[in-house]
């Protein structure tokens, strides 16, 4: 089933939709939204992605990021693919956003207005393995002195969200 992204404007009007794969080989701006899950000891869930991810395979990222479907609302399908993803629950608030661009050694390219948003759980995750390889719960400062240490087992987006956060 292909899916299709949310083409928007630097100011989030939407101008479009177009299938996902064709939108990162383009480059184009499209809608986007990185999950920041919390334990009861502030400690943010990481994924590892699965390895045979499309680009930034193997690396660490936030809880979950994804894309809403046309006709879809961020926190709709932030609570959507946050189950999907890691099989949790949250009540999700939408903290900030922000916009990026990265290009990926197999030529494909990131342009996301990509929405952050923050929730809590409890819960252990039960990882969809087609999405995750791994994942830990870490404290915010272990986080911050490992992505100056290690910059290369992180996503791109992650080292710039992280920053909106925090």
């Known amino acids: 089933m ?3 992204v ?3 404007d630097e100011q989030d009007n939407e101008i479009g939709v ?5 939108a990162h080989k383009e480059g184009v701006l499209h809608r986007a939204f ?3 899950i919390f334990n009861s000891k502030n400690e943010l869930l990481l994924q590892q992605r699965a390895l045979s991810k499309y680009h930034s395979a193997g690396l660490w990222t936030n809880t979950c990021c ?6 879809e609302t961020i ?4 609570a959507r693919r946050l189950f999907e993803e890691m099989g949790l629950t949250s009540d999700l608030t939408i903290k900030t956003h922000f916009i990026y661009k990265s290009t990926f050694e197999n030529g494909l ?13 409890q819960a252990v995750p039960v990882i969809n393995p087609e999405e995750v390889h791994n994942y830990k719960w870490k404290d915010i400062a272990s986080i911050k ?3 100056v240490e290690n910059p290369q087992h992180y996503t791109a987006w992650f080292k710039i969200a992280i920053e909106q956060v925090f």
């Open 2 to 4: 292909k899916e299709f």
């Open 6 to 8: 949310i083409l928007v």
């Open 18 to 22: 177009m299938e996902k794969m064709q």
């Open 34 to 36: 990185s999950i920041f």
């Open 66 to 71: 994804s894309h809403p479907r046309p006709n």
């Open 75 to 78: 926190k709709d399908a932030a």
């Open 109 to 121: 390219t990131e342009h996301e207005f990509d929405y952050v948003l923050i929730g809590y759980t």
């Open 145 to 147: 002195k490992d992505l």
